[in-house]
C-alpha cells in the first residue's frame, strides 16, 4: 500500500507542470480554441517528442509500456491547464482500445502513427436516445462478402471532426439493448458513406455527429472478435472516465489556486474577502471535496487496468460518482465566489467550471454511476 | 502507487483475525454488535487481553511498551478490531494523554504514567472544555496557583467524557493572566481521588450518563504532575489535538457499522419486499458506502504521506464524523418507526423482556441523538474547517 508515485511519474508529472504553467498560457489556448481546428499541431508534436502520445503503448509499439496511474499524471496536468488537445480521443479511449483488443496487424498500423503524432483517431460508440446505456446499439454491419456494411447514427464522438479514423461500435447479432451481438470497427473517416458534423463544445473541445450510410470495410477492420466487442468497449470507457477522473481533479486543484488567489487579493468592505468565515469555510469545502476526489481518481487509476472486471467497474463507478458530485461543488463555489467576475468569459474560473460540468456529463453522469454502485449493491446481497 | 496491500500486511491481518478469533470473548463481541450500553468492566477487560498479548498501545512505539507498527499496521488492526465486535479502546489514555507525556514529559512522568495506561489499571480523561471555553478554548479560566511544592487548582471543567470512572484527568489551567489567552496555560495532570474533586453527571439527548461536569475547589496538586513548562500548556494541547483528530476518522468502526446497515436493509421489511430493494434507500446506502471507501483511502494517503498528516488530519475529522453521522441516521431509518420506542434496560446484555422491532431498532434512534456529538467534539466541525482555512490555505 502506497501511494508514491514513481521517480519518472515524478518527473513526468514535473515537466507537465512546467509545460502547462509556461508553453499553454491562457491567451495561447484561446487562440486554439478558436481556430476550430481542435489541436495545435505544435503542441501535439512536443507531446509526441515527451512520449506523451504513446505512454501506455507497449514498447513494441513505439510506446513506453506505462500504465492508468502515468495517465492519471498526464490528465491532472491537463485538467490543471485546460489543455484541450484530443488526447483523452485519441490516445487514451482509442489507443487503449486497440492496444487491448486489437490484433498484431492492427496495432502495429495504428499505435505507431499515434504515438508519433501523425494519426488522430476517435471512438464512435454512443448513439442518439442510449444516454448512457454502453450495451445500447442501433448501428448495423451485414456481412457481404470479405467486407462489413456499416449503417446508422452516432453522437458525441469527441474529436470526430478531427479524427484519420474511427472506431465504429455496430451490432452484428442481438437486440438493441444487448450486450451480446456488438463488434468493433476501423473505419476510414473518409471512406464513402462517412458524414462527419464537427461542433464546438462549450468548453473548447470539440464533438462530433457522425452517420454513417452503407459504408464498406473489409474484414481484417474488425477489432476483436465478433458479437463479442462489450466487454472491449467497457473496459476502454472505464480507461476513460478515470482520465476524466484526474483531469477533474487537475481542473478542481486549479480551481481551487485560482479562488484562493482572488479571495485573498479582492477587497470589499476594506479587506480582502478571504477573510470573512462564510468564504472561508467554503473554500475549506472546496478543498475537502477536492482531496476526496483526488482519492478517488486515484483508486480509479488503479483500478482501470484491472481484468477483474466487478472490482474494476465498481471502482470507477465510485470514483465518477464523487468525483462528478465534486466537480459541480467545487466549479459552482469556484464561481460564486469570483462574485461578477466568475461568470465573464476573460476569467480562468469560469473556463475551469465549464470544462469540470462538462466532464460529469460525459461517460455517465454522477446519477448514473451511483445507480451502478446501488445496483451492484442489490447484486451482492442476493 | 500501490493501493494492494503487500503479502506481509495481509499476514499481519491474519494474524491479528486470528487472535481476535481466539481471544475476543463473546459476551463483549455480543455487546459490541448489538450497539448495547458500554461498560467499564468490559473495556478494561479488552484493555487487559490486549495488553497480556503485548499489543496494548498500537499506536505507540516499543521502547513505552507500544506494538511499534506502522501507520498501516495500526489501521489494519483498527479495522479488524471493529469488524470483530471488539470494543474501541480508550483514546484518552492511549491516544491523547500519553503522546504528550511521551514528547513532553520528564522520564520520572514517563515512568509513572505510562505502565497504567497501557495495561488500563489507569483510567483518564480530558480536562480541556469549560463553560465559558468550548471552541474558543484559550479563554479556559480553571485557575492553578503554584503554592511551594503545589498547585492550587480551582475551576470547572465540562463535557467529560466517561468522567465518572477516571482515576486521571489531564487539564488545561490557567497559570498566568499575562499576554494573549493561549500564553497562560500550563498542562496538568491530575489525581481524581485528590480532595476537593466533584463530578456530578450531564445526561445526554438519549437518557444515557456519558459525560459530566468536574469542580475543582482548592484541589491541591503536586508540581512534579506539571507537563513541560509552565504556561506552555497551550503547544501540548494543539500537539494532543493533531493526535486526536486522526484517531477521529474512526474507519474501521464505519466499516463494521456499514456492513451491519447492509445486512439490516436486508432483513427489514419494506412491504412486501427487503428494504434493500427500495432504490431511494438503497442509493443513499450506495452513496454512503462510496464516501466511505474514499475516506478510508483518504485516510490511508494522509497517514502515508512522508509529511505526515499536519492540518490535513482536519479533514479526516470533518468526513469522518459527517460519514458516522449518517451511519447512524441510516441505520435509525432502516429500522423506521420501530425505532421510536425508548427502552433502556434493553440495553444491557442480560435483557430477555419485550422490544419492538429487531434488536437493531433498540439502540437505533438512542444512538442516532448520541452521535450528533460527534461533528461537536474534539472541535467542532466548524473550528476543522477555519483550521483548513487558516493552516492550509493561508486564509
Known amino acids: 500500500m502506497n501511494f508514491d508515485l514513481t521517480e519518472e511519474q515524478q518527473m513526468l508529472n514535473d515537466s507537465l507542470r512546467r509545460f502547462v504553467t509556461n508553453e499553454y498560457s491562457f491567451e495561447k489556448r484561446e487562440a486554439i480554441i478558436s481556430s476550430g481546428a481542435g489541436i495545435d499541431r505544435a503542441t501535439w508534436a512536443n507531446f509526441a517528442s515527451m512520449g506523451l502520445l504513446g505512454f501506455t503503448f507497449p514498447e513494441d509499439y513505439d510506446g513506453l509500456g506505462g500504465n492508468a496511474i502515468d495517465t492519471m499524471v498526464v490528465m491532472e496536468n491537463f485538467g490543471r491547464g485546460l489543455v484541450v488537445e484530443p488526447y483523452l480521443a485519441t490516445v487514451v479511449l482509442a489507443g487503449g482500445l486497440i492496444r487491448d483488443a486489437g490484433n498484431d496487424a492492427q496495432k502495429a498500423d495504428v499505435l505507431p502513427g499515434i504515438a508519433s503524432g501523425e494519426r488522430l483517431l476517435a471512438l464512435a460508440h454512443s448513439e442518439p436516445g442510449a444516454r448512457y446505456n454502453l450495451s445500447q446499439v442501433q448501428t448495423t454491419a451485414r456481412k457481404d462478402g470479405d467486407h462489413f456494411m456499416i449503417s446508422g447514427q452516432k453522437t458525441a464522438v469527441l474529436h470526430g471532426g478531427q479524427a484519420d479514423q474511427l472506431i465504429v461500435s455496430a451490432r452484428t447479432s442481438g437486440g438493441i439493448a444487448d450486450e451480446s451481438g456488438l463488434s468493433l470497427f476501423l473505419v476510414d473517416a473518409k471512406a464513402k458513406g462517412v458524414r462527419v458534423d464537427d461542433f464546438a463544445t462549450h468548453d473548447g473541445h470539440r464533438t462530433a455527429e457522425i452517420s454513417l450510410s452503407n459504408v464498406a470495410v473489409s474484414a481484417d477492420n474488425l477489432i476483436g472478435t465478433i458479437d463479442e466487442a462489450f466487454p472491449v468497449i467497457e473496459k476502454a470507457m472505464d480507461l476513460g472516465i478515470a482520465a476524466l477522473c484526474a483531469e477533474a481533479v487537475g481542473a478542481m486543484e486549479a480551481m481551487n489556486a485560482t479562488t484562493l488567489e482572488y479571495i485573498k487579493t479582492r477587497k470589499q468592505f476594506g479587506v480582502p474577502i478571504g477573510k470573512f468565515q462564510v468564504l472561508q469555510h467554503r473554500m475549506a469545502d472546496m478543498f475537502i471535496q477536492t482531496e476526496q476526489a483526488k482519492t478517488m481518481a486515484i483508486l480509479a487509476a488503479s483500478e482501470a487496468d484491472s481484468g477483474d472486471r466487478a472490482c474494476r467497474r465498481e471502482a470507477i463507478s465510485m470514483a465518477k460518482t464523487l468525483v462528478g458530485q465534486a466537480a459541480r461543488y467545487v466549479g459552482q463555489e469556484g464561481v460564486q465566489l469570483h462574485g461578477g467576475m466568475g461568470v465573464t468569459d476573460e476569467m480562468f474560473a469560469a473556463h475551469l467550471f465549464k470544462r469540470l460540468t462538462l466532464i460529469n456529463l460525459l461517460f455517465g453522469d454522477a446519477d448514473h454511476h451511483l445507480a451502478q454502485v446501488s445496483d451492484n449493491l442489490l447484486a451482492a446481497s442476493a | ?395
Not at chain 2, 111 to 126: A, H, K, M, V, Y
Request: hydrophobic share 35%; net charge negative.
Open chain 2, 1 to 395: 502507487m500501490d493501493l494492494n496491500y503487500t503479502p506481509e500486511q495481509e499476514a499481519f491481518r491474519a494474524e491479528v483475525r486470528q487472535f481476535l478469533d481466539e481471544n475476543l470473548p463473546d459476551d463483549i463481541r455480543e455487546r459490541v454488535q448489538k450497539r448495547l450500553r458500554p461498560d467499564k468492566a468490559m473495556t478494561e477487560r479488552w484493555q487487559k487481553i490486549l495488553f497480556d498479548k503485548g499489543w496494548g498501545a498500537s499506536t505507540w512505539p516499543k521502547e513505552f511498551g507500544g506494538t511499534g507498527w506502522d501507520p498501516i499496521q495500526q489501521i489494519i488492526f483498527e479495522e479488524e478490531c471493529a469488524l470483530a465486535g471488539a470494543p474501541r479502546q480508550l483514546d484518552f489514555g492511549l491516544r491523547m494523554v500519553a503522546p504528550v507525556i511521551m514528547t513532553f514529559g520528564s522520564d520520572e512522568q514517563k515512568q509513572r504514567f505510562l505502565p497504567g495506561i497501557l495495561s488500563g489499571e489507569d483510567w483518564w480523561c480530558q480536562g480541556y472544555s469549560e463553560p465559558g471555553a468550548g471552541s474558543d478554548l484559550a479563554s479556559l479560566r480553571t485557575s492553578a496557583k503554584r503554592e511551594g511544592d503545589h498547585y492550587i487548582v480551582n475551576g470547572q471543567k465540562t463535557w467529560t467524557t466517561l468522567g465518572q470512572h477516571a482515576d486521571w484527568i489531564f487539564c488545561l489551567v490557567r497559570t498566568s493572566t499575562e499576554g494573549k489567552p493561549q500564553q497562560g496555560i500550563s498542562f496538568l495532570l491530575i489525581d481524581m481521588n485528590t480532595s476537593g474533586i466533584e463530578v456530578r453527571p450531564i445526561i445526554m439527548l438519549d437518557g444515557e450518563h456519558e459525560i459530566n461536569e468536574v469542580y475543582f475547589d482548592n484541589v491541591q496538586v503536586p508540581a512534579e504532575n506539571l507537563i513541560g513548562e509552565e504556561n506552555q500548556g497551550w503547544t501540548y494541547a494543539k500537539f494532543l489535538l493533531g493526535h486526536e483528530r486522526t484517531g477521529l476518522a474512526n474507519v474501521g468502526q464505519w466499516k463494521a457499522l456499514m456492513k451491519r446497515l447492509k445486512t439490516v436493509a436486508r432483513e427489514e421489511q419494506d412491504g412486501q419486499r427487503p428494504l434493500i430493494e427500495n432504490t431511494r434507500f438503497r442509493d443513499r446506502l450506495a452513496q454512503l458506502d462510496a464516501e466511505l471507501r474514499a475516506l478510508e483511502l483518504t485516510v490511508l494517503r494522509v497517514l502515508t504521506d512522508k509529511r505526515g498528516p499536519g492540518p490535513q488530519a482536519s479533514i479526516l475529522k470533518i468526513r469522518g464524523t459527517e460519514i458516522g453521522q449518517q451511519l447512524f441516521e441510516m441505520l435509525m431509518e432502516a429500522t423506521g418507526q420501530d425505532a421510536i420506542a425508548h427502552i433502556p434496560e434493553a440495553l444491557e446484555l442480560d435483557y430477555s423482556g419485550p422490544r419492538v422491532g429487531s434488536v437493531d431498532a433498540t439502540p437505533a434512534a438512542g444512538d442516532y441523538f448520541n452521535m450528533r456529538k460527534l461533528s461537536i467534539f474534539g472541535g467542532s466541525n466548524e473550528i476543522q474547517r477555519n483550521i483548513i482555512a487558516q493552516l492550509v490555505l493561508g486564509l
